[in-house]
């Protein structure tokens, strides 16, 4: 493994000690993040011992190092997946040239915009979730909560890094404007639309980190096919922690579906909001909206830009590699849902310009496999419903589906049905003030709040009632 030097204050894999122009930009950026945190991360907590899991190199045993540890002490550091040797290009235009150490000139506009986007979500995520630490459900979801703003604030460390390394006097400009750009403000909003939502409670907090991240995991692996190497092996090492965060969000929104159906079994009534539960059609509009938002994070059905992206080799397809075809797409075609006046009709388009359905197919295709999973719990039960994915073109604000109204089932419907149904199937006010009465605090140790069932098993071999965040 290439040498992480643990005395160094940013630990990494990149050899930072030896290029002393880079080290010195990290170190001026690095008073500037933890400032951001003070005031951006979670609020409060900050003084509290939190076991939590860090990367201290990218190999097996020391990716995930286990320990207790306040947050501003955590180690950010800049992991990038080991080089596979003679690696090439693998799709567009350049397919079968190596893939480059240095950012191609005639590319670097539109690579540090990449960069950039992607960058910008991860510090936006920690700016929602930043007052959730206060009604947590129990301890070890609060820890689960500030493990996942950790590793996004990593996840920006890493991007500042490229930003830093490859793009000289504007990429540090851009690093600086990732630590002012605030979600949610009218005025320097974060760049994506579902990054500027709130999080303000924690069935959304399990909802975005269902279906937000998932969609981080969807654009981190097309970026992983990247031809600029360093950008490939930075999203590489990144994915490994993402999968912690969907797995938060996957189970998080499990243990509620179980809660549920143990109160509406035990009670024999659908209403449980009585008995303190969170009903599922509330459920099915929180999942609505939280999927609809994420969907549009793909971008428009019809794209030049990530046919751009793609022949240029800066960013391929999930699972390029394994694509059975001459990964340069110039001839193929693609099928495309996608609005017809009063209908919806499925068109075939050229391969180039559909990638971004593509990949929002095999976004749409996993947010599945979740939903089958939660929908087991509820017919384990007994309990007659089943939670659905709403069609692509439900409340959309991005691509053809934003100019009609559709519903849940795929009808595109008159505005008048849409002010009378709507209330049906997004998060009413009602809905929210009854979720947000719900967050009361749990604090003791193995205590679970009345409308989330407890985990199965705890944290890396940890028994449930373990003190994940230490009280003192
Ligand atoms: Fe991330
Ligand atoms: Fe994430």
């Known amino acids: 493994m290439a040498g992480v030097d643990y005395g160094e204050r940013i630990p990494n894999n990149v050899n930072l000690s030896e290029n002393r122009r880079l ?10 993040f933890l400032h951001w945190w003070a005031d951006m991360g979670p609020a409060g907590f900050q003084t509290k011992d939190v076991y939590l899991r860090t990367a201290i190199s990218v190999d097996s045993q020391g990716w995930a190092h286990f320990d207790y540890l306040k947050m501003p002490d955590y180690r950010w ?16 235009a350049h397919k079968g040239s190596p893939a480059w150490q240095e950012v ?19 510090p936006a995520s920690v700016e929602q979730q930043r007052f959730l630490g206060q009604t947590c ?15 996004e604030g990593r996840h920006l460390w890493a991007m500042v890094y490229l930003l830093d390394a490859y793009f000289g006097r504007d990429g540090r400009e851009e690093a600086e404007a990732l630590l002012k750009r605030r979600s949610g403000d009218p005025d320097k909003p974060r760049i994506l639309g579902a990054f500027n939502e709130k999080t303000s409670d924690w069935l959304s907090f399990f909802m975005f980190t269902y279906f937000t991240d998932r969609d981080g995991k969807y654009q981190l692996a097309s970026l992983a096919e990247s031809g600029f190497d360093p950008l490939s092996r930075t999203c590489r090492f990144m994915l490994t922690e993402e999968a912690h965060h969907m797995f938060v969000g996957e189970t998080g929104v499990g243990r509620i579906v179980q809660r549920t159906c143990e109160l509406m079994r035990a009670h024999r009534t659908d209403d ?27 971008g428009s059905e019809i794209s030049t830009n990530a046919a751009n992206f793609y022949t240029a080799g800066l960013k391929g397809r999930f699972e390029e590699t394994k694509k059975d075809d001459d990964h340069r797409l110039t001839d193929g075609t693609y099928q495309v849902t996608t609005l017809d006046g009063d209908r919806i009709v499925t068109r075939e388009q050229a391969a ?11 976004y749409i295709a996993d947010c599945a496999r979740g939903l ?19 069609h692509r073109g439900f409340h959309r604000a991005i691509g053809t589906f934003a100019e009609a109204k559709v519903s849940p089932d795929g009808r595109v419907i008159t505005q008048a049905e849409w002010d009378a149904r709507h209330h049906e199937w997004l998060p009413t006010e009602e809905d929210q ?19 989330i069932a407890p985990p199965p098993r705890g944290i890396n071999g940890q028994p449930i009632g373990f003190e994940y965040v230490r009280q003192v």
Do not use: C
């Open 23 to 32: 080290h010195r930009a990290l170190e001026e950026w690095q008073p500037k």
């Open 104 to 122: 191609p000139g005639e590319y670097r506009g539109v690579l540090r915009r990449l960069i950039v986007t992607q960058g910008d979500t991860e």
């Open 137 to 151: 459900p129990s301890l070890y979801d609060l820890r689960n909560l500030f493990q996942v703003n950790v590793e």
């Open 77 to 92: 550091g800049i992991f990038l997946a080991e080089p596979e040797p003679g690696r090439q290009v693998y799709f567009g």
């Open 372 to 390: 089958a999973r939660w929908n087991q719990i509820i017919k384990r039960a007994g309990i007659d419903f089943e939670l659905r994915l709403p």
């Open 433 to 451: 003030t009854f979720i947000v009465s719900l967050m009361q605090p749990v604090t003791e140790r193995g205590k679970f709040a009345g409308w």
């Open 272 to 298: 449980v909001r009585k008995l303190g539960g969170i009903d599922l059609p509330t459920l099915q509009r929180y999942l609505n909206f939280h999927y609809a938002v994420s969907l549009d994070l793909f």
């Open 352 to 362: 180039l310009t559909s990638l971004n359905e593509r990949l929002r197919d095999d």
